[in-house]
Nanobody
Framework: QAQIAESGGGSVQSGESVRLSCDAS????????MAWYRRVPGKERELVAL???????NYTETVKGRFIISRDNTGKTVYLQMNDLNVDDTAMYYC???????????????WGRGTQVTVSS
């Protein structure tokens, strides 16, 4: 099964930028998509950005034009460049992989442990 290592979180001021990284390792047959979710205590978990194995991307409305999701040539590292951050972006950010099982069809979703991003005004 895949393992995930996230990095890049921290504390910044409004208007600054942060880049998150997510490295996938272990037994990986295929990665269908890689995504970043975020969660604020007391609120629903939110899909922030997603990139498919074909390179298609999708963003939640509140981050369009500010965040960019990308991946490296191996397809096992995904980045989230977050620009012009504001206090509403404060959250725990999780990397999520949608992968293929070793045998047969289907999907296995793997979550990282999360990395905290805190934005102060």
């Amino acid at each position: 099964q895949a393992q995930i290592a996230e990095s890049g979180g921290g504390s910044v001021q409004s208007g600054e930028s942060v880049r998150l990284s997510c490295d996938a390792s272990g037994r990986i047959k295929r990665i269908y998509s890689m995504a970043w979710y975020r969660r604020v205590p007391g609120k629903e978990r939110e899909l922030v950005a997603l990139i498919t194995d074909a390179g298609r991307t999708n963003y939640t409305e509140t981050v369009k034009g500010r965040f960019i999701i990308s991946r490296d040539n191996t397809g096992k590292t995904v980045y989230l460049q977050m620009n012009d951050l504001n206090v509403d972006d404060t959250a725990m950010y999780y990397c999520v992989l949608d992968t293929a099982p070793d045998n047969g069809p289907g999907h296995i979703v793997v979550w990282g442990r999360g990395t905290q991003v805190t934005v102060s005004s």
